[in-house]
Each structure stands twice: as structure tokens, then as C-alpha cells.
């Protein structure tokens, strides 16, 4: 789980409070009005304004709103002190316009105080001719603190906004959330390799083997054959057959799979898409950089001002404090990547994602199949390209070096540890571009953890940027040794799991498994004996560390796992080192083959983790590392088929990469990726992986729309669902692993 809080919304905290709420009726038995003077007919009594000049008009309110505001909060009309119950049911409409042509209002039904929480939203565009606007949400919590807020800031130019008919109905019928799933034939809609395993799922009632036909483009069936029955899926509730198609091995593009009356969506039998992929995951990470302009003509649409640079409103990275009595020094720690849709930035997922993109290069050096020239200088079209430097060892570093910023200098207490993340003083809202972030920043106190990880990650970039800046391998080993013996000095100072206004907690209770990550990377870099006796002398070195899940941010024992058995090293016991990832890729294999929609992912009782698309890659991320340790054929295509469900055989019929696949995620949470509320914002870039299916459904928007859904149901592609379909720097690390090894297999 991500243990983070990833877009609590801000409302404002200077709104004037409305009049004493009436006596609420009773809840959902009958409808009730919870608007107070919704017509205006005794003007504009009961509703506040804030930044605006508003006053009764046409029978309405209109208020008259400046232009040069930063966020849309900062111009804004509303009404406090409403009463809403925990899973009723509200129709929230109204009656808008907006002078000149092509304003939005942002519409939100919230908490009136902190933490400012949005329990409905949404941002129409305005005609000057007006329209009537209708919404039916259910509120995830009992409150006589609501808000109803029309915000209206964030223009250039001063427009004009008018209001009448608000109403917010208690007690009305739910609306039923019901996804549109497409044809009940479920394939990986971007491509199967041409010698690889294709594999297909079908919804169906039926009990007997159906027939099917494999059509190319022009509608010839190439082949046919029978499905298997498969029963009820537990990870979706839906009965199920499966389809092979595997004998099929010529390539093209826009095939289809035919069976039970319904026909696929197109896909297509070849490699192109991987090598497009294997570029695009990684390309993601340039338009996630904090602290540098990123430039159109390298991500045409997508160009934007540098962020967190000291220049207003922003308060900056150039010399953050910590907060109140963690220390009195400040830092440069500008740079660097943001996590994920906040502009926070953390060590810990900082660190398994730089480990993830430093491995997708070191395997494709390594391994038989790997081309490591296809990540080379010029691949990735970043500002750095055509420094001689492999273009994704350029990306990672620019992560890198924002984590040996972390590290607390010499002479000052905890010297050699690093502060576990930096962000907002509070949560802000979206959408929000990096450069009009108003809050202040605060480092938050060193950890164990946090120090470990650049141990680990510093100590593996010392061996691979080595050849390409020997002075920079230096300073990055030196730093990984001096944040060994920080950790070893203060072994157990662990991150709050309190800590969570403004940013993510990332709290880890256990640090055994950094322990053994960073003694691993500074073995294999150094061969030291110090670091190879920690390795054999931890409890992890010999543990079953490969669960339902094999590794993220809170497991790091896998990624030592990994690499000790594929990094060339003579460690005593490394064949029982590499026969564990076999052992563990057999049982991912397993869980595979028993899966209905053929994943090597099934928790206990169908409760999908938090980022799960990621958690089936990189337990697929081992299945791959056992290919290369041995050449099976059944671990390469275990791998390969673990790509299908991320894009699109699965139970919601979806890609979760953006633009990839004839229906894909594409709103996914973030603060400037944020087409979905301002049209003048871009959508995520192509292959921007999104979190996927959370049991937990978190967040306000899932808790309303998805209460009971059953594993893989529990998504939903909205951007106000944080937890089930945000974007991360560690998810996407997944994403690239995979899509470089399955290019490579091409």
C-alpha cells in the first residue's frame, strides 16, 4: 500500500462563514433540501463571497471576477454550515453563465474547514447563454460542517459569473455506477510478440467450450479453436472462459478475437508498440522534473515553467527549513522529481524508483537479450541528450542528485542521514501548475529509512555512471558509505506515520529489509567484506522475502535479491541466492496460470493493493529475472503475459497506460495533468501507468461510486480518484522495467 494522502482539496481558508443551518430533516427516507435562499429570492442572504464583487441580478447572484488570480480558489461564491450524512445520496444542480464565452466554474460540495476535503467536483465550461448542470453523488461522511463553493480564480482576464437554481437535494436515489466494460472479449490491446504467449479472457454465462475465430484487419479468420471454461473469476465476480491463440504467429496490426457473438476491441501481433513503450514509460520522468523549465519542443504540449525555483508565488527549494524543532539549517534541495500528482517529493519512493530505472539499464547490459544501446544517448530526447551519457542514466541522475541534497551535512546532529521528504506546509488543490505552488516548504526530520535508500541507490550508481563521469561515481560512493554509517549509528529512527499533512507519510515500521538492500548495492560496487558479512549475516539473506507482493517502496529485500543474483559478484551463496527468484518465479507462474485473466497477482481475498498495476508488474519483474538467469521459455512468456492484464485483459476491458490501446486511462490524479477539470490543460503523457484497482477505495469519489466493488472492479478513471488512479514516479519504474524487457524479447 502507498500509505500516502495524495489530494486533499483546498477550499480556501479565508471563506466567511453562512448563516446557522436549519433543521436538517430526516436522511434518506425523504428528500430534503439542504440550500438555503438556492433562488435568490431575498438576494444574496446565507452565501458568502470571497475575491469577488457580487450582489443579486436578474434574480439570481452574478458576481463580477478579476482576472491575474492564481488558483481558483482565490475568486469564489459559496454557502457554509450544510448538513450531509455518511452514504445518502445527493443531487447537486444549478444554473450557470459565464461572460466572455469559455470561463469554467469549479463546483465543489466539501468540508468548510481543515482539511478542506471535496467530496464532489466537478468544472463545467460556461456559455454566455447559460445552462442547467445536474450531479448525483454520495457523501462519504456525516458532517454539519458542508460547503458548497463555486470557485472561480485562476483566469488571466476578468470575466463575469452568474448563478441561480442551486440546489443540493438529500435523500434522492442513488445513482448507480456502472463502467463501461465494451465487448466481453478481453485481450491486451496493444500487441502480443509474435513468438509469445496470446492469451484472451471472455465474459460469459455460457458452461461449454465456445467457438472462436482470430481475424486480421481485413476480417479473414487466420485461426479458430475452442475456449476453455474457467468458472467464476474471485477476482471479479464474472464467470469466465479463456482463449488461446498462441499458435498464431504471423505479425499485423489491428487483428481481432471473435467469440460468443462479441468481438474485441484491436490489437496488434509485432514489437513496434514495446519499443515505443519501453521509451514513452520512460519519457515520463522528464515532464515530472521540479526545478527546470520543461521545454514544448522536447514534449510538444506539455511545456511548462520551472517549479519550486524561488520565484514567486512559489516559496521555493532553493533554501528549505526544516520544520519546527527538527533542525536550523536550511537546504538546497531543488530538483529532483515530483512524486507523483503532488508536488511533494520523497526519498524512499524516490529511491526504488531511480533503482528500478538504474536496473532496467544495468539489465539491459547484462542479460543475453538485453540491447542496452536502445536506452542510449539520444533515446529519450531529454535536454542532456547528446552528452555521450546514456540517455536514462541522465534521467536517473537528475533524481539522484536531488537525494544526496537530502543528506544532512557535516557537523550538524545526525550528520550522514537523510530527511525522508520535503513538501507543502498543506495539502493544495488542482488543478495546480508546479510554478503557481503558493505554500511554503518544509523539510520533514531525517530517517533510517530515507538513508538506507540513498545508501542503496548511490551505491549502485557509483558502478554504472563509472565509465561516464568517474568523478560523479565518486562522489555518489562516497555518499552512499557515509549514509551506511549514519544508519548503522542511528539504526531505528523511523518516519511518523502522523506525519501526513501536505505530503504522504511513507512510514516503515521495519528497516531490516534496507538494511539488507544498501549493504547488497555497496557489496556489489565494492566487494567490501564489511558490506558482503552484513549480507550473509542478516536474517533477510535467508528469509522467504517474495509475498503476494514482491517488492515496492516499504519491501526493498527483493531488489538486493535481484541484483545479487544478476550482477556479477562472488558471493559464497549465490546459487541459493539465485535459486530463491526461480523458487519465487515459480510460484508467481503458478498463481499465473490458475488466474483467469492470467496475472501472477492474487491477494488474499481478492483486496487489491494500493498501485496494484505496479505490484503485478514487478511481480512479473521476478518471473523476467528468472528468464534470464536460465533461459526457460516458461519464465520469458509468464512475463510476457503478465503484461496483458495492465493493458486490457482485464475485468474493466482497460488499458492502464495512456495512450496505449483503443481505450485507455487518461485521468489520471495530478495537479497539471489536469485536462479532465481545465481543457487547457494537457491529459497525462502516453505512457503514464495509472495505480489501478484499490480495495481500499480511499478517497472520496471511489467511496461514492464503487462502496462493495469486488478486486478488480475497484478502479475507477477519474482524477479526483487519488487512490485508485494517481500517477507515481515508482509505478511508472515498473512500467519501464517491464516494457524494456519485454522490447528486448522482440
Given at each position: 500500500?502507498?500509505?500516502?494522502?495524495?489530494?486533499?482539496?483546498?477550499?480556501?481558508?479565508?471563506?466567511?462563514?453562512?448563516?446557522?443551518?436549519?433543521?436538517?430533516?430526516?436522511?434518506?427516507?425523504?428528500?430534503?433540501?439542504?440550500?438555503?435562499?438556492?433562488?435568490?429570492?431575498?438576494?444574496?442572504?446565507?452565501?458568502?463571497?470571497?475575491?469577488?464583487?457580487?450582489?443579486?441580478?436578474?434574480?439570481?447572484?452574478?458576481?463580477?471576477?478579476?482576472?491575474?488570480?492564481?488558483?481558483?480558489?482565490?475568486?469564489?461564491?459559496?454557502?457554509?454550515?450544510?448538513?450531509?450524512?455518511?452514504?445518502?445520496?445527493?443531487?447537486?444542480?444549478?444554473?450557470?453563465?459565464?461572460?466572455?464565452?469559455?470561463?469554467?466554474?469549479?463546483?465543489?460540495?466539501?468540508?468548510?474547514?481543515?482539511?478542506?476535503?471535496?467530496?464532489?467536483?466537478?468544472?463545467?465550461?460556461?456559455?454566455?447563454?447559460?445552462?442547467?448542470?445536474?450531479?448525483?453523488?454520495?457523501?462519504?461522511?456525516?458532517?454539519?460542517?458542508?460547503?458548497?463553493?463555486?470557485?472561480?480564480?485562476?483566469?488571466?482576464?476578468?470575466?463575469?459569473?452568474?448563478?441561480?437554481?442551486?440546489?443540493?437535494?438529500?435523500?434522492?436515489?442513488?445513482?448507480?455506477?456502472?463502467?463501461?466494460?465494451?465487448?466481453?472479449?478481453?485481450?491486451?490491446?496493444?500487441?502480443?510478440?509474435?513468438?509469445?504467449?496470446?492469451?484472451?479472457?471472455?465474459?460469459?454465462?455460457?458452461?461449454?467450450?465456445?467457438?472462436?475465430?482470430?481475424?486480421?484487419?481485413?476480417?479473414?479468420?487466420?485461426?479458430?479453436?475452442?475456449?476453455?471454461?474457467?468458472?467464476?473469476?474471485?477476482?471479479?465476480?464474472?464467470?469466465?472462459?479463456?482463449?488461446?491463440?498462441?499458435?498464431?504467429?504471423?505479425?499485423?496490426?489491428?487483428?481481432?478475437?471473435?467469440?460468443?457473438?462479441?468481438?474485441?476491441?484491436?490489437?496488434?501481433?509485432?514489437?513496434?508498440?514495446?519499443?515505443?513503450?519501453?521509451?514513452?514509460?520512460?519519457?515520463?520522468?522528464?515532464?515530472?522534473?521540479?526545478?527546470?523549465?520543461?521545454?514544448?519542443?522536447?514534449?510538444?504540449?506539455?511545456?511548462?515553467?520551472?517549479?519550486?525555483?524561488?520565484?514567486?508565488?512559489?516559496?521555493?527549494?532553493?533554501?528549505?527549513?526544516?520544520?519546527?524543532?527538527?533542525?536550523?539549517?536550511?537546504?538546497?534541495?531543488?530538483?529532483?522529481?515530483?512524486?507523483?500528482?503532488?508536488?511533494?517529493?520523497?526519498?524512499?519512493?524516490?529511491?526504488?524508483?531511480?533503482?528500478?530505472?538504474?536496473?532496467?539499464?544495468?539489465?539491459?547490459?547484462?542479460?543475453?537479450?538485453?540491447?542496452?544501446?536502445?536506452?542510449?544517448?539520444?533515446?529519450?530526447?531529454?535536454?542532456?541528450?547528446?552528452?555521450?551519457?546514456?540517455?536514462?542514466?541522465?534521467?536517473?541522475?537528475?533524481?539522484?542528485?536531488?537525494?544526496?541534497?537530502?543528506?544532512?551535512?557535516?557537523?550538524?546532529?545526525?550528520?550522514?542521514?537523510?530527511?525522508?521528504?520535503?513538501?507543502?506546509?498543506?495539502?493544495?488543490?488542482?488543478?495546480?501548475?508546479?510554478?503557481?505552488?503558493?505554500?511554503?516548504?518544509?523539510?520533514?526530520?531525517?530517517?533510517?529509512?530515507?538513508?538506507?535508500?540513498?545508501?542503496?541507490?548511490?551505491?549502485?550508481?557509483?558502478?554504472?555512471?563509472?565509465?561516464?563521469?568517474?568523478?560523479?561515481?565518486?562522489?555518489?560512493?562516497?555518499?552512499?558509505?557515509?549514509?551506511?554509517?549514519?544508519?548503522?549509528?542511528?539504526?531505528?529512527?523511523?518516519?511518523?506515520?502522523?506525519?501526513?499533512?501536505?505530503?504522504?507519510?511513507?512510514?516503515?515500521?521495519?528497516?531490516?529489509?534496507?538494511?539488507?538492500?544498501?549493504?547488497?548495492?555497496?557489496?556489489?560496487?565494492?566487494?567490501?567484506?564489511?558490506?558482503?558479512?552484513?549480507?550473509?549475516?542478516?536474517?533477510?539473506?535467508?528469509?522467504?522475502?517474495?509475498?503476494?507482493?514482491?517488492?515496492?517502496?516499504?519491501?526493498?529485500?527483493?531488489?538486493?535479491?535481484?541484483?545479487?543474483?544478476?550482477?556479477?559478484?562472488?558471493?559464497?551463496?549465490?546459487?541459493?541466492?539465485?535459486?530463491?527468484?526461480?523458487?519465487?518465479?515459480?510460484?508467481?507462474?503458478?498463481?499465473l496460470k490458475a488466474h483467469p485473466y492470467g496475472m501472477p497477482y492474487a491477494p488474499e481475498g481478492q483486496r487489491y493493493d494500493w498501485g496494484s498495476t505496479h505490484q503485478i508488474l514487478n511481480n512479473a519483474t521476478v518471473i523476467a529475472t528468472a528468464y534470464d538467469l536460465t533461459g526457460s521459455a516458461a519464465y520469458r512468456d509468464g512475463a510476457l503475459q503478465s503484461m496483458d492484464y495492465v493493458l486490457g485483459r482485464n475485468a474493466l476491458n482497460l488499458s492502464y497506460v495512456t495512450g496505449y490501446g483503443e481505450v485507455s486511462a487518461h485521468n489520471q490524479h495530478s495537479r497539471w495533468y489536469a485536462h479532465q477539470l481545465d481543457p487547457r490543460l494537457p491529459r497525462p503523457p502516453a505512457g503514464s501507468l495509472a495505480g489501478g484497482a484499490n480495495s481500499g477505495i480511499q478517497d472520496p469519489l471511489a467511496q461514492s461510486k464503487l462502496q462493495g466493488c469486488?478486486?478488480?472492479?475497484?478502479?475507477?478513471?477519474?482524477?479526483?480518484?487519488?487512490?485508485?488512479?494517481?500517477?507515481?514516479?515508482?509505478?511508472?519504474?515498473?512500467?519501464?522495467?517491464?516494457?524494456?524487457?519485454?522490447?528486448?524479447?522482440?
Amino acid at each position: 500500500m502507498n500509505h500516502r494522502r495524495s489530494a486533499l482539496l483546498a477550499l480556501t481558508a479565508l471563506l466567511a462563514a453562512g448563516l446557522t443551518t436549519l433543521p436538517a430533516g430526516p436522511a434518506g427516507a425523504v428528500e430534503v433540501e439542504r440550500v438555503r435562499n438556492g433562488t435568490f429570492e431575498t438576494g444574496i442572504d446565507s452565501w458568502w463571497t470571497s475575491g469577488v464583487t457580487a450582489g443579486p441580478a436578474d434574480g439570481g447572484l452574478c458576481a463580477d471576477v478579476p482576472g491575474g488570480t492564481a488558483n481558483p480558489w482565490d475568486a469564489a461564491v459559496g454557502q457554509n454550515d450544510l448538513t450531509l450524512a455518511k452514504g445518502e445520496s445527493y443531487r447537486f444542480s444549478f444554473h450557470a453563465t459565464g461572460a466572455p464565452e469559455g470561463n469554467s466554474v469549479r463546483a465543489v460540495v466539501g468540508l468548510q474547514v481543515p482539511p478542506y476535503d471535496a467530496y464532489y467536483e466537478v468544472t463545467p465550461q460556461l456559455s454566455v447563454s447559460g445552462n442547467a448542470y445536474t450531479y448525483t453523488f454520495t457523501s462519504p461522511v456525516d458532517t454539519p460542517q458542508g460547503q458548497v463553493a463555486f470557485q472561480l480564480g485562476g483566469g488571466a482576464a476578468p470575466w463575469r459569473f452568474c448563478l441561480d437554481d442551486v440546489s443540493l437535494l438529500g435523500g434522492v436515489a442513488p445513482e448507480e455506477y456502472k463502467p463501461d466494460t465494451g465487448p466481453r472479449v478481453r485481450v491486451n490491446q496493444v500487441a502480443y510478440l509474435p513468438g509469445g504467449p496470446k492469451n484472451a479472457t471472455v465474459v460469459t454465462e455460457a458452461t461449454e467450450p465456445l467457438p472462436w475465430q482470430l481475424k486480421n484487419a481485413a476480417g479473414t479468420v487466420v485461426a479458430s479453436g475452442r475456449s476453455v471454461p474457467r468458472g467464476v473469476d474471485p477476482s471479479s465476480g464474472q464467470n469466465v472462459h479463456s482463449i488461446d491463440f498462441g499458435s498464431y504467429r504471423r505479425a499485423g496490426s489491428g487483428l481481432t478475437l471473435a467469440a460468443d457473438g462479441e468481438t474485441s476491441r484491436p490489437f496488434d501481433i509485432g514489437t513496434a508498440a514495446y519499443e515505443r513503450l519501453r521509451l514513452d514509460a520512460a519519457k515520463f520522468y522528464y515532464t515530472q522534473r521540479s526545478g527546470v523549465e520543461i521545454r514544448d519542443d522536447l514534449r510538444p504540449g506539455y511545456g511548462r515553467a520551472a517549479g519550486h525555483v524561488d520565484v514567486a508565488p512559489n516559496q521555493g527549494d532553493g533554501a528549505v527549513p526544516c520544520r519546527p524543532g527538527v533542525c536550523d539549517y536550511t537546504l538546497d534541495v531543488t530538483g529532483g522529481w515530483y512524486d507523483a500528482g503532488d508536488h511533494g517529493k520523497y526519498v524512499v519512493n524516490g529511491g526504488i524508483s531511480v533503482w528500478q530505472l538504474l536496473s532496467t539499464y544495468e539489465r539491459a547490459r547484462l542479460a543475453r537479450t538485453g540491447h542496452a544501446e536502445r536506452l542510449g544517448d539520444g533515446s529519450l530526447d531529454i535536454p542532456e541528450s547528446g552528452n555521450k551519457v546514456p540517455d536514462i542514466l541522465d534521467e536517473a541522475r537528475w533524481e539522484l542528485e536531488f537525494l544526496l541534497r537530502m543528506q544532512v551535512p557535516d557537523g550538524e546532529p545526525l550528520a550522514g542521514m537523510v530527511h525522508h521528504k520535503i513538501h507543502d506546509e498543506q495539502w493544495t488543490g488542482l488543478p495546480l501548475m508546479p510554478d503557481a505552488d503558493p505554500q511554503k516548504r518544509a523539510l520533514h526530520p531525517p530517517s533510517t529509512a530515507a538513508t538506507l535508500n540513498l545508501a542503496a541507490t548511490a551505491a549502485q550508481a557509483a558502478r554504472l555512471y563509472r565509465p561516464y563521469d568517474r568523478r560523479f561515481a565518486a562522489t555518489a560512493l562516497t555518499a552512499a558509505r557515509k549514509a551506511w554509517a549514519a544508519a548503522l549509528a542511528h539504526p531505528d529512527v523511523l518516519a511518523s506515520d502522523s506525519d501526513g499533512i501536505g505530503g504522504g507519510t511513507y512510514a516503515d515500521p521495519d528497516v531490516s529489509d534496507e538494511f539488507y538492500w544498501a549493504a547488497a548495492e555497496l557489496y556489489l560496487t565494492t566487494g567490501g567484506r564489511e558490506f558482503r558479512d552484513h549480507v550473509l549475516n542478516s536474517p533477510v539473506h535467508t528469509a522467504d522475502v517474495f509475498g503476494p507482493v514482491s517488492f515496492d517502496w516499504a519491501r526493498t529485500a527483493v531488489p538486493a535479491r535481484l541484483d545479487l543474483a544478476t550482477v556479477p559478484n562472488p558471493l559464497p551463496s549465490r546459487d541459493r541466492v539465485r535459486r530463491s527468484v526461480r523458487e519465487a518465479a515459480d510460484r508467481y507462474l503458478t498463481t499465473l496460470k490458475a488466474h483467469p485473466y492470467g496475472m501472477p497477482y492474487a491477494p488474499e481475498g481478492q483486496r487489491y493493493d494500493w498501485g496494484s498495476t505496479h505490484q503485478i508488474l514487478n511481480n512479473a519483474t521476478v518471473i523476467a529475472t528468472a528468464y534470464d538467469l536460465t533461459g526457460s521459455a516458461a519464465y520469458r512468456d509468464g512475463a510476457l503475459q503478465s503484461m496483458d492484464y495492465v493493458l486490457g485483459r482485464n475485468a474493466l476491458n482497460l488499458s492502464y497506460v495512456t495512450g496505449y490501446g483503443e481505450v485507455s486511462a487518461h485521468n489520471q490524479h495530478s495537479r497539471w495533468y489536469a485536462h479532465q477539470l481545465d481543457p487547457r490543460l494537457p491529459r497525462p503523457p502516453a505512457g503514464s501507468l495509472a495505480g489501478g484497482a484499490n480495495s481500499g477505495i480511499q478517497d472520496p469519489l471511489a467511496q461514492s461510486k464503487l462502496q462493495g466493488c469486488t478486486g478488480q472492479f475497484c478502479y475507477i478513471d477519474d482524477i479526483q480518484s487519488w487512490s485508485t488512479n494517481e500517477l507515481t514516479i515508482n509505478w511508472n519504474s515498473a512500467l519501464t522495467w517491464m516494457a524494456s524487457f519485454v522490447a528486448d524479447q522482440g
